[in-house]
């Protein structure tokens, strides 16, 4: 007899403050944007200190989170953007965030623990949207989970950077702001993975916006001298 449960109740252990207000923009992949900044705030009754003692010694962490912004349903098949959005393929051949429990994983360095008014972990890297809720995380062993020698399938390395520039009007923008240089590496990090939807990519005159932090980054993509594609940052405003 089996004695397996159907289901599983799981419940948050905390959630992700980030520089990701809302899905578009965030880079498809952690690491790719280091510039990002993000932190996992434990919830009661997870947020005793004890429960992140030695925690430190790691520099890197695996977060366990719910997609909580995509649907709650899912097809077999999915439009993978590194295929161009036209070809499919399995949905568990894919990371995907229409997923059937709609799960994600994710590899982020741990850049501090703060405990004095809550309990805070400080992230780098990570591509997780303002508000996500994370169900568990563990220390990262590279020697026992980097494996270099593995297949990566359709995704064999990382995507090719596409240049990005900015106008005078959206660099005065960005130096009139305290965090003016970290936000510029953000964007060049963010745009350089081009965001818009793989069926778009290519030159084209529409004005997309990603938002950052507390702005909204108003972008377009044009045709480079030798033809390839460069992303222009026209303005950045208050979003």
Do not use: C
Not at 84 to 110: C, D, I, Q, W
């Amino acid at each position: 007899m089996n004695d397996t449960p159907e289901t599983f109740a799981l419940t948050p252990i905390g959630r992700i403050e980030s520089d990701y207000p809302d899905k578009f923009g965030i880079p498809r992949q952690p690491g790719l944007a280091d510039a990002a900044r993000a932190s996992l705030v434990l919830t009661p009754p997870h947020d005793d200190p004890l429960a992140v003692r030695g925690l430190e010694a790691f520099s890197h962490l695996w977060v366990t989170f719910v997609f909580h912004l995509s649907p709650e349903r899912w097809t077999p098949l999915v439009r993978p953007p590194r295929l161009g959005g036209n070809a499919k393929v399995g949905v568990f051949a894919s990371r995907s965030t229409h997923r059937p429990n709609r799960l994600g994983l994710s590899l982020v360095e741990l850049e501090g623990i703060d405990v004095e008014n809550d309990v805070r972990l400080r992230l780098r890297g990570a591509d997780l949207v303002d508000g996500t809720p994370v169900l568990d995380i563990k220390p990262y062993l590279p020697w026992a989970e980097s494996r270099p020698e593995a297949r990566a399938g359709f995704a064999p390395e990382a995507p090719a950077a596409l240049p990005v520039r900015l106008t005078p009007m959206a660099e005065a923008a960005l130096a009139a702001r305290p965090d003016g240089a970290s936000l510029r590496a953000l964007i060049h990090q963010v745009l350089a993975q081009d965001p818009r939807p793989a069926y778009r990519q290519g030159a084209e005159e529409r004005i997309y916006g990603v938002r950052l932090r507390d702005v909204d980054v108003r972008f377009r993509a044009l045709a480079g001298e030798t033809g390839e594609t460069a992303l222009e940052v026209v303005e950045i405003v208050a979003a």
